[in-house]
């Protein structure tokens, strides 16, 4: 006898069931749950195999073929054979030649002549093979026994459908590769307001193209040219973002199947602040380690309303960026501008920041275009030029309005540069509720929708420092709408209720609020600025930017009032007694630069004073 191939065991077992019937004596699986699998009579001297509830196999008549526990499937093992799963007992059998332990291999098929087969097990530990077979002994009643290499006493078996499952869809055309090169196509969707726009357009590998028509109908299925597990996933915004920003995406989710037909969720969202921004590609990271073959998108808004986007891709994506940038938003003086960069390929785009031109128009010391300073620079912009992405995680309130407690972030969200936000919202900002720019803040800018009441943000932007001096002035300016806590490395530096109030003409430069901010809390190096918001009522809106203005250190200046006299000797006293700490000033108060302040440092400041006084 010789152990078959592959496609001699194909060639073979097509010759079991007549043609008409089913081309194939059986199609493995690698899921006995699954509802597309095909069910199938094991017969062997003219009984039918059963299973039993000791997961051993009984031989019956066919008086009750119509019973669960005649149906079985075979299960691929990759490289190992296959296992036999009957239905009715919802099991593996566990006979000794069937067990899959270390004492005994797999199993796989023997030709007899050309129409039946034998099962097959080979025992590694006792270097012999076995054949299964109903014992001639007994009567039809009897179990199924090993023996042996002994043509007489085999086991011949046929296999017969029983019940044919679903069949899976064709593959199609492989429409958009990921990073690893596995394809993916459109299967079936949703109809959208015209044909041009319906959801065929979300696996299409153009960003130009998108689905609109209405949230119920915004769904769609493809199948991936191999199993998948997904690790990340992306959803690329329609073309006119901007401009039909209340067609924008908000809540979805994304599923998987092996049999197109059961479905679990990947992952779902709801109420996402998606960006206003055409064609831009938005990842979220899952990391499912389950394989799957299909996958289902579905917009769930909550409502019936129109919705648009492009694309949806599985896993990470590669793409070739054009050389030659569109600038969306020139820079201006402090501000950074936008370029747009398109992919060749699938016409998704990406924003790149323009550095700001620093050509400013200052009228008293104040520049007339962005408001900063005279000699300030800007470390983090404001969105209303140039919209930014900025790290967020969203909490809700357990009640409503009027109770204090409030869902808090994960523990060292505002004070660790290292901490993980990659699980963390991408938002666009601005940030608004739906419609508030057409309130109090009508001129301002938003870029993102913040839905929802009763809920918190927490916000986190990272930015770098060469050098901090005592004299260098940071000023944290935004608009907020409501309750507002910030931090610089953790270190709390301001607390505010209630939103900020604006004028009837709002305009950034005339509505923002700014705050002083201790130049002892920032570092040289990385630092991360964190802002946790409550939103209590009413409308939403957030923007903030951060700035500094460096200032000529003053050896000596603890308090920094621009002199050293002996109120700098009582502050570094004060600070030695710990009636006062080092923040309170916003000088340098380890003046001899030891790394502790001691009383050497109330000498070093007499000292300053004393040559002062003597020059």
């Not at 493995?28 to 003219?46: M, Q, V």
């Not at 039918?48 to 093992?77: H, K, P, Q, R």
């Not at 951060?546 to 050293?564: A, S, Y």
Request: hydrophobic share 35%.
């Amino acid at each position: 006898m010789k152990h078959l191939d592959n496609l001699k065991l194909l060639a073979l077992l097509m010759t079991v069931l007549p043609l008409g019937v089913w081309a194939l004596p059986f199609v493995p699986t690698t899921d006995p749950l699954l509802s597309t699998n095909y069910w199938y009579f094991l017969k062997t001297e003219g009984y039918y195999c059963v299973g039993t509830s000791n997961f051993e196999i009984e031989f019956m008549s066919s008086a009750n073929a119509n019973n669960d526990n005649y149906l079985w499937c075979f299960v691929n093992v990759a490289n190992e054979g296959y296992r036999l799963y009957n239905k009715g007992t919802g099991s593996y059998i566990q006979h000794e030649g069937l067990l899959f332990d270390n004492t005994y291999s797999y199993t796989h098929y023997e030709d007899k002549d050309g129409t039946n087969f034998y099962l097959k097990c080979y025992i590694p530990g006792w270097n012999v093979t076995q054949y299964l077979f109903m014992n001639i002994f007994q009567d039809q009643y009897g179990s199924m026994r090993y023996m042996d290499v002994d043509a007489d006493k085999k086991g011949v078996f046929s296999v017969e459908l029983a019940k044919e499952g679903t069949p899976l869809p064709a593959d199609p055309q492989w429409t958009r590769f990921d990073a690893d090169g596995v394809g993916y196509g459109y299967l079936d969707g949703g109809l959208g307001f015209n044909a041009n726009e319906s959801s065929n357009n979300l696996c299409d590998n153009n960003a130009s193209t998108k689905y609109y028509g209405a949230v119920h109908k915004c769904w769609f299925t493809m199948k991936s040219s191999t199993d998948v597990a997904v690790k990340q996933y992306s959803i690329v915004t329609a073309n006119d973002s901007w401009g039909q920003y209340k067609r924008a995406l908000r809540s979805w989710k994304l599923q998987g199947s092996n049999d197109n037909s059961t479905w679990v969720d990947i992952d779902v969202q709801t109420d996402y602040p998606m960006p206003f921004v055409d064609q831009q590609e938005v990842v979220f990271r899952v990391n499912d380690t389950r394989k799957f073959r299909f996958f289902k998108f579905a917009a769930t808004n909550g409502d019936n309303g129109g919705v648009q986007l492009s694309e949806v891709w599985i896993n990470e994506q590669s793409h070739t960026w054009a050389s030659e940038a569109n600038r969306n938003t020139p820079p201006s003086c402090g501000m950074p501008g936008l370029d747009i960069r398109e992919c060749t390929q699938c016409h998704a785009r990406r924003w790149e920041k323009v550095p700001a031109n620093l050509e400013h128009i200052y009228n008293d010391g104040v520049c007339t275009v962005c408001g900063i300073n005279e000699g300030e620079f800007v470390l983090l912009s404001n969105g209303q030029w140039t919209p930014y992405m900025l790290k967020a995680y969203r909490g809700f309130r357990a009640d409503s309005a009027g109770v204090t407690y409030w869902s808090q972030p994960p523990r060292g969200w505002n004070r660790s540069v290292d901490f993980d936000d990659s699980q963390w919202m991408d938002v666009a900002m601005p940030t608004a509720s739906v419609d508030h720019s057409g309130g109090p803040y009508v001129s301002l800018r938003y870029t993102s929708y913040w839905y929802g009441e009763y809920n918190s943000l927490a916000f986190r932007r990272k930015f770098s420092l060469s050098e901090v001096n005592s004299g260098d002035t940071f000023t944290f300016r935004c608009v907020h709408d409501d309750n507002m806590v910030v931090y610089v490395n953790g270190n709390e530096v301001i607390n505010v209720e209630g939103w900020t109030t604006t004028p009837d003409d709002c305009t950034w430069l005339n509505s923002r609020e700014s705050f002083k901010i201790p130049a002892s809390y920032f570092q040289p190096g990385e630092n991360v600025l964190a802002i946790f918001m409550q939103q209590n009522w009413g409308g939403a809106y957030f923007d903030c930017e951060l700035t500094v203005l460096p200032g000529n250190v003053v050896m000596g200046d603890v308090n920094g009032d621009g002199k050293v006299d002996v109120e700098d000797v009582n502050a570094v006293i004060n600070i030695i007694l710990k009636t006062k700490t080092v923040t309170d000033y916003s000088g340098q108060a380890d003046v001899n630069s030891d790394g502790k302040v001691d009383v050497e440092d109330v000498n070093a400041v007499i000292n300053i004073i004393l040559k002062v006084a003597t020059s």
